[in-house]
């Protein structure tokens, strides 16, 4: 459990078995002088899905980004206090951010497949990071995890054919494969469902629910009813801060504070 | 709680709706309740039929309730104090039809036990504990219309009241009809109607629990301060 004294905590301690994977500690976010984080201390675990929410603006897709230091290709931007994934703190001057972001891997709003056959959106991660030695090690890997991303049926045929050619869903399962077929060991998700229809919606949902056997995974939504779903913690952001974070079920049954009451019922402040 | 409101305000209305079928079930539970009492402690027989013919419509007015929530549930998907409260709503309209049940039984059997005439002995009791009752089911209705959990509290607390009292009278029907097994019949019917009150006392609690379920969000078990603990030794 998170040592925040801001945050109002529910009832439940979580099981002591849950294993920290990520761990931010005071961390505050500038971009330039506006600040956009405010001492966030936040625990992300082991095989268990953390869901992030809160209006638009309240500092979701910062503090995802802080957590593989996507927040470093940012002009102006300042990430200060401390995150750690396996105690190892990420922001250590001696870390290599490549090796990083192939262990936290990432997931977008908008699919972006790369402009290259469905297989080459997939071989890319281990090619560049080496992960095998010939043709059909490579092979494996794609096919693997475009089976785990549940796209495989869908595309074996015809794997030649340029990502950008499938639709929004089919896109967003192969940079989901994309993302995996690097082995990482943390998935971040920002928005990863808001383009797409409810069936293809619930096929995504499914695969995190799958996913997160193996991954510890962080997702960003607008929908409460997928943070709901998809999620056993659940993390409520307002102008920066971290206003409560607890079991989802308790979260959206009965939350504490009455700012995130507010917000998950559609109220007027 | 009460004073935010919803972006929707079409949401607003139909949370409004769903107490007001609350507030008017309740009503009409409590009526049927004060005129089966009335009936039975005067054995006026000629308020039954219209008693047994009422409680109609308080099944109706449950399922119109049930009907309601459904569509708020599938159209609005409330979370949080919402959800709560359209929960606690159709649990509370399940129980206000029960205790209508239990009215209108209690009218049902009043003619049995005016037949044996042999009542008066217990009369006064039996007053009392229905009174108390009554007392009971209407503080615990106030207390849903103002989401008051520390007067759905107090309700809850008197179920042992009852409970007392249900067990006194219990012991003397059963002495009078050991005595007197011409009267058997007549105490026979006289100990459902004060189990149906007793059951209708059950019901004010279950809604007490509820209440304090909206209001906090965890049933009264959970909330009750330590000094209780004690009760949970043996
Ligand atoms: N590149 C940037 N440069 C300057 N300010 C930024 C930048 N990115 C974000 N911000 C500011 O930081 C704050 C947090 O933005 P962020 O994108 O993290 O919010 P969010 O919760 O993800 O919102 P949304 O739900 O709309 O995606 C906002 O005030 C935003 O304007
Ligand atoms: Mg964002």
Redesign the pocket.
């Given at each position: 459990m998170t040592e925040t004294d801001k945050t109002v905590k529910t009832h439940k301690t979580p099981e002591a078995e849950d294993r920290v994977k990520i761990k931010a500690r005071r961390v505050n976010?500038f971009?330039?002088a506006?600040q956009?984080?405010f001492d966030i201390d936040l625990d992300m675990r082991l095989n268990q899905v953390t869901a992030?929410i809160?209006?638009?603006?309240?500092?979701?897709?910062?503090?995802?980004?802080c957590l593989n230091r996507m927040n470093d290709v940012?002009?102006?931007?300042r990430v200060e206090g401390d995150i750690y994934m396996d105690n190892q703190n990420v922001y250590d001057e001696t870390l290599d951010v490549v090796e990083l972001r192939a262990r936290i891997g990432m997931v977008f709003?908008k699919p972006n497949p790369f402009p290259k056959s469905i297989y080459d959106n997939v071989a890319y991660g281990p090619r560049i990071h080496g992960m095998t030695q010939n043709k059909e090690q490579l092979d494996h890997i794609v096919k693997k995890s475009l089976r785990r991303a549940g796209l495989w049926d869908e595309v074996k045929d015809r794997l030649s054919d340029t990502g950008s050619g499938l639709s929004g869903g089919q896109q967003q399962r192969l940079c989901i494969a994309r993302a995996i077929a690097v082995n990482p060991e943390v998935l971040l998700m920002?928005?990863p469902c808001s383009a797409l229809d409810p069936v293809a919606t619930a096929v995504i949902e499914n695969l995190i629910h799958e996913l997160r056997q193996r991954y510890t995974i962080v997702i960003?939504t607008?929908s409460m009813h997928q943070a709901a779903r998809v999620s056993q913690k659940t993390a409520y952001?307002h102008l920066?801060e971290l206003i409560e974070y607890g079991d989802t079920s308790d979260i959206f049954t009965r939350p504490q504070h009455e700012q995130t009451e507010a917000y998950i019922s559609g109220k007027i402040g | 709680m009460e004073d935010t409101q919803h972006i929707s305000s079409a949401f607003d209305k139909d949370l409004a709706e769903l107490n007001r079928k609350i507030a008017k079930l309740g009503q009409l539970t409590q009526n049927q309740f004060a005129r089966a009492l009335e009936a039975l402690l005067n054995y006026d027989l000629t308020q039954i039929d219209e008693i047994v013919a009422h409680d109609k419509r308080i099944d109706e007015l449950e399922s119109k309730l049930n009907e309601d929530a459904l569509t708020l549930i599938a159209l609005r998907s409330p979370l949080a104090a919402d959800l709560r409260r359209v929960i606690v709503a159709v649990k509370i309209a399940t129980m206000l039809e029960r205790m209508g049940d239990y009215a209108k039984n209690i009218a049902k059997r009043i003619e049995w036990v005016a037949k044996g005439d042999v009542v008066d002995v217990s009369n006064t009791s039996i007053k009392s504990m229905g009174e108390t009752v009554q007392h009971m089911v209407q503080q615990v209705l106030e207390a849903y219309m103002n989401a008051d959990a520390d007067t759905a509290m107090q309700v809850w607390l008197r179920d042992v009241e009852v409970d007392q009292m249900h067990k006194t009278i219990f012991q003397e029907l059963l002495q009078l009809m050991g005595d007197r097994p011409e009267h058997v019949t007549a105490g026979s019917h006289m100990l459902f109607i004060t189990k149906n009150i007793e059951r209708i006392g059950d019901y004010a609690t279950g809604i007490a629990e509820q209440i304090c379920f909206l209001v906090n969000g965890f049933m009264p078990e959970e909330t009750r301060p330590k000094a209780d603990e004690t009760d949970h030794k043996g």
């Amino acid at each position: 459990m998170t040592e925040t004294d801001k945050t109002v905590k529910t009832h439940k301690t979580p099981e002591a078995e849950d294993r920290v994977k990520i761990k931010a500690r005071r961390v505050n976010v500038f971009y330039g002088a506006a600040q956009a984080l405010f001492d966030i201390d936040l625990d992300m675990r082991l095989n268990q899905v953390t869901a992030l929410i809160g209006p638009s603006g309240c500092g979701k897709s910062t503090f995802l980004r802080c957590l593989n230091r996507m927040n470093d290709v940012i002009d102006g931007c300042r990430v200060e206090g401390d995150i750690y994934m396996d105690n190892q703190n990420v922001y250590d001057e001696t870390l290599d951010v490549v090796e990083l972001r192939a262990r936290i891997g990432m997931v977008f709003q908008k699919p972006n497949p790369f402009p290259k056959s469905i297989y080459d959106n997939v071989a890319y991660g281990p090619r560049i990071h080496g992960m095998t030695q010939n043709k059909e090690q490579l092979d494996h890997i794609v096919k693997k995890s475009l089976r785990r991303a549940g796209l495989w049926d869908e595309v074996k045929d015809r794997l030649s054919d340029t990502g950008s050619g499938l639709s929004g869903g089919q896109q967003q399962r192969l940079c989901i494969a994309r993302a995996i077929a690097v082995n990482p060991e943390v998935l971040l998700m920002d928005e990863p469902c808001s383009a797409l229809d409810p069936v293809a919606t619930a096929v995504i949902e499914n695969l995190i629910h799958e996913l997160r056997q193996r991954y510890t995974i962080v997702i960003v939504t607008h929908s409460m009813h997928q943070a709901a779903r998809v999620s056993q913690k659940t993390a409520y952001f307002h102008l920066g801060e971290l206003i409560e974070y607890g079991d989802t079920s308790d979260i959206f049954t009965r939350p504490q504070h009455e700012q995130t009451e507010a917000y998950i019922s559609g109220k007027i402040g | 709680m009460e004073d935010t409101q919803h972006i929707s305000s079409a949401f607003d209305k139909d949370l409004a709706e769903l107490n007001r079928k609350i507030a008017k079930l309740g009503q009409l539970t409590q009526n049927q309740f004060a005129r089966a009492l009335e009936a039975l402690l005067n054995y006026d027989l000629t308020q039954i039929d219209e008693i047994v013919a009422h409680d109609k419509r308080i099944d109706e007015l449950e399922s119109k309730l049930n009907e309601d929530a459904l569509t708020l549930i599938a159209l609005r998907s409330p979370l949080a104090a919402d959800l709560r409260r359209v929960i606690v709503a159709v649990k509370i309209a399940t129980m206000l039809e029960r205790m209508g049940d239990y009215a209108k039984n209690i009218a049902k059997r009043i003619e049995w036990v005016a037949k044996g005439d042999v009542v008066d002995v217990s009369n006064t009791s039996i007053k009392s504990m229905g009174e108390t009752v009554q007392h009971m089911v209407q503080q615990v209705l106030e207390a849903y219309m103002n989401a008051d959990a520390d007067t759905a509290m107090q309700v809850w607390l008197r179920d042992v009241e009852v409970d007392q009292m249900h067990k006194t009278i219990f012991q003397e029907l059963l002495q009078l009809m050991g005595d007197r097994p011409e009267h058997v019949t007549a105490g026979s019917h006289m100990l459902f109607i004060t189990k149906n009150i007793e059951r209708i006392g059950d019901y004010a609690t279950g809604i007490a629990e509820q209440i304090c379920f909206l209001v906090n969000g965890f049933m009264p078990e959970e909330t009750r301060p330590k000094a209780d603990e004690t009760d949970h030794k043996g």
